[in-house]
């Protein structure tokens, strides 16, 4: 087993008092708090704080300010399913058998299967999950939105380290007539069939509220993965009084995608409220200094969906930059610095190994965690570079980052110098013939590992 030495301040401080005292027991200090707020389809230009002119976020901002934001942030897997395994598991997609979108299972089972046995699967309950790492530290856990791990009730995620869960368990356009009336979940339990989409962000946000205030005198771990703003768009009347009535007129009855885009903004915005509203009851309840709160997106944009990339290139689905670079801020206040920016590379397969980390929890030694411990660049350490000596893209096509070179390997392969050419619009692979063959010889070394030690999704009993 991996045993990980106490690294940050808070526990730095205990080991001390527990060196000083000389055999005498020490009271242990608090377990911080975690809290992942993930939304859904956002694109990494849709904040203020990464550039957006257009969409109001002033508590995002401000969380960026008081914290770190990474520049180069990564998910693993450009659509939902495959990003949200790795965020629960620490591993890439297909080594834990979740490399494709999962569709409700009963779609499936009438469908004949559809798109082949791999859509009738879900997270295997053997996966350990980062629920369940805190869990066994003594954290009460609790999932707030969109699951879309796998909609049998042995996938869902009072079977994968979460007491409690409230939320839809697959994505908000999987509604009737293509699919089953949508449930709102709360455990095992379905409460309502097809809710108003227009209140999910502000339902989800009241009950996360709920959740932190109940368990505010015992470590807690709340996973908030919002419904919005994938499509179709959706927000509060509070949030879409800027549109004109003629606008709002436009959207057609049911669930027409297109016609909700220019919404996207409000989507975001209310995004931006709940976070704020969360941050606010911390500070209220005297947790700030004892919570790290995470921020991020599941994937960028989808192309013409109403959110915005730029400065990257492509969208949702895609292995360019516009797929798999998102928003990535977080915030612990006294540990993190005030106001740091990193141009490192981290990711959202990062959460689990260095949640362990922090808590002192052993990573699983019976299987590869992919991940790595991004605590380092969280404290702002002198000199601190990210642990990813290379980073695999693998939806879309196959790519690697190392450095600042990028290859998209294909029939003509593509190499990009992401210091100069963020946007991935000049290939030079032909003026470094050397560069493509090393980042090529990663390619192939990383999918034989990979190809060699997989983990088979879940099947439904």
Not at 33 to 57: A, H, P
Not at 163 to 177: C, Q, T
Not at 322 to 342: A, H
């Amino acid at each position: 087993m991996i045993m990980y030495k106490a690294i940050s301040p808070l526990l730095s401080g205990f080991l001390l008092l527990c060196c000083l005292g000389g055999g005498a027991t020490a009271e242990p200090v608090q377990r911080p708090n975690f809290i992942v707020i993930l939304t859904d389809d956002q694109g990494y230009g849709d904040l203020g704080c990464y550039g957006s002119e257009r969409i109001k976020s002033p508590h995002l901002d401000k969380m960026a300010a008081e914290g770190i934001r990474f520049t180069d942030f990564y998910v693993v897997g450009s659509v939902c399913t495959p990003s949200r395994a790795s965020l629960m598991t620490g591993s890439y997609p297909k080594r834990v058998g979740l490399e494709k979108v999962l569709f409700p299972d009963s779609v499936v089972k009438k469908s004949g299967g559809k798109g082949g046995e791999l859509e009738k699967a879900g997270l295997n309950p053997s996966e350990i999950t980062i629920a369940e790492i805190l869990k066994e530290k003594g954290y009460a856990t609790a999932c707030v939105g969109k699951w879309h791990l796998g909609d049998d009730p042995k996938f869902m995620p009072n079977n994968q380290g979460f007491d409690e869960y409230f939320g839809l368990p697959y994505s908000n356009d999987m509604v009737p007539d293509q699919f089953p009336d949508l449930p709102l979940m709360r455990n095992s339990e379905v409460v309502e069939l097809n809710p108003d989409q227009d209140q999910l962000t502000r339902r989800y946000t009241e009950e996360s509220i709920a959740f932190i205030r109940k368990h505010k005198d015992e470590p807690f771990f709340l996973y908030l993965p919002h419904s919005m703003p994938h499509r179709a768009v959706h927000a509060s009347a509070e949030f879409t009084k800027r549109f004109t009535e003629k606008q709002m007129n436009s959207i057609k009855p049911g669930e027409d995608k297109a016609s909700r885009d220019f919404l996207y903004p409000a989507a975001i915005e209310e995004i931006d409220w709940s976070t704020g509203e969360i941050l606010n009851t911390l500070r209220e309840l005297g947790l700030e200094g004892n919570t790290l709160i995470v921020f991020t997106s599941d994937n960028g944009a989808k192309d013409g969906g109403g959110g915005s990339n730029r400065p990257l290139r492509g969208g949702k689905g895609s292995v360019f930059e516009g797929g798999n670079r998102v928003p990535g801020i977080m915030q612990w206040k006294g540990t993190i610095p005030t106001g740091t920016v990193s141009g490192e590379v981290a990711c959202t397969m990062d959460l689990l190994p260095t949640f362990a980390a922090i808590v002192g929890a052993d990573l699983p030694a019976d299987r590869v965690i992919d991940g790595k411990n991004i605590l380092p660049l969280l404290e702002a350490e002198p000199g601190v570079k990210s642990p990813h000596e290379s980073f695999f893209y693998t939806y879309g096509g196959m790519a690697v980052r190392s450095g600042k070179w990028k290859l998209v390997k294909g029939r003509q392969s593509a190499l990009y110098d992401l210091s100069k050419d963020i946007g991935e619009r000049k290939n030079v692979a032909a003026q470094f013939p050397e560069v493509v063959q090393e980042l090529d010889g990663q390619i192939e070394e990383f999918v034989a590992k990979l190809e060699s030690d997989l983990r088979p999704a879940g099947v439904p009993d």
